[in-house]
């Protein structure tokens, strides 16, 4: 977590009420410099062992790392702040595994829970989503992101790269292996709900934007996200997907969000660190 102090509450909760009993909660806080920590300090759980770690603002690849060698479990399961789980979502989340069938899970029954938010809308329809989930309907049962897996394999692959806000990708780049989806895992994602809110997360994925491109040159694809991003396309495709989804929100929202991205690439050449 990171500056989460409004919604690390509820997502605590949530996991507070799980079905599966058999486990510990670990939070780890990167570097907070709102009330998070002390949100935490004062909640308590009857149910599970719980512990805060702290650490300096280094992404959440460093902090999953952190979490994860404390961890007393044999399977880890990783969560954000911004997530709220059914009762049963651990249970189901972790039975392929204790099974035998997988080292690792993902489940593609991730819900928005801010889906009647316009700003929310529009950001599920930037990422080419249905308003209402995170995966589209014909999204495979195989993916590159755990939710959750083995530790000793988690261990043995030396856990995530710190690259920034898709360091959750790397995992399987280096296991060599994909997650396999677990049925009825349900749980519910918040998207930002104003353009400041939109501001900022787009800062944190621009950081990283220009590793999704498949350009073996760094530089390269730093330059053609740059230009990917420009204000030329905000306009063109903000106002296609505008008129598109009858959404004139959307406009202003494609602007924010590339300005922001391209902020993050400008600064990804001049050493910017990646952090959120």
Not at 19 to 31: A, H, K, L, S
Not at 97 to 125: A, H, M, P, R
Not at 221 to 240: E, N, V
């Amino acid at each position: 977590t990171y500056n989460e102090e409004k919604i690390v509450e509820e997502c605590l909760k949530s996991l507070n009420n799980q079905t599966y009993r058999d486990m510990e909660i670990i939070v780890v806080d990167d570097g907070s410099t709102d009330k998070t920590l002390k949100v935490l300090s004062e909640l308590r759980f009857k149910n599970y062992e719980f512990r805060v770690l702290e650490q300096k603002h280094k992404g959440p690849g460093v902090a999953r790392n952190l979490g994860a060698k404390y961890a007393k479990g044999e399977i880890l399961v990783f969560v954000d702040a911004d997530m709220i789980f059914d009762s049963d979502f651990v249970e189901n989340l972790t039975k392929p595994i204790k099974d035998g069938k997988t080292i690792g899970t993902f489940s593609k029954e991730e819900y928005l829970i801010n889906q009647d938010n316009v700003w929310s809308q529009c950001w599920n329809i930037n990422k080419g989503l249905p308003l209402d989930r995170m995966h589209g309907k014909n999204y495979p049962n195989q993916q590159s992101v755990f939710r959750a897996i083995l530790k000793k394999k988690f261990i043995r692959a030396g856990g995530f790269l710190p690259i920034g806000y898709v360091d959750d990708y790397t995992l399987s780049e280096k296991l060599g292996v994909l997650a396999t989806v677990a049925k009825g895992a349900k749980f519910y994602h918040k998207n930002p709900e104003n353009l400041w809110e939109i501001f900022k997360q787009a800062r944190w994925v621009g950081k990283s934007e220009y590793k999704r491109r498949k350009i073996k040159n760094e530089s390269l694809m730093k330059i053609f996200a740059i230009f990917r991003y420009s204000l030329p396309f905000s306009l063109m495709h903000g106002s296609l997907a505008a008129l598109k989804y009858r959404l004139p929100q959307y406009f202003i929202f494609k602007i924010v969000y590339d300005l922001a991205v391209e902020i993050s690439l400008i600064g990804a050449f001049l050493g910017e660190q990646p952090n959120k």
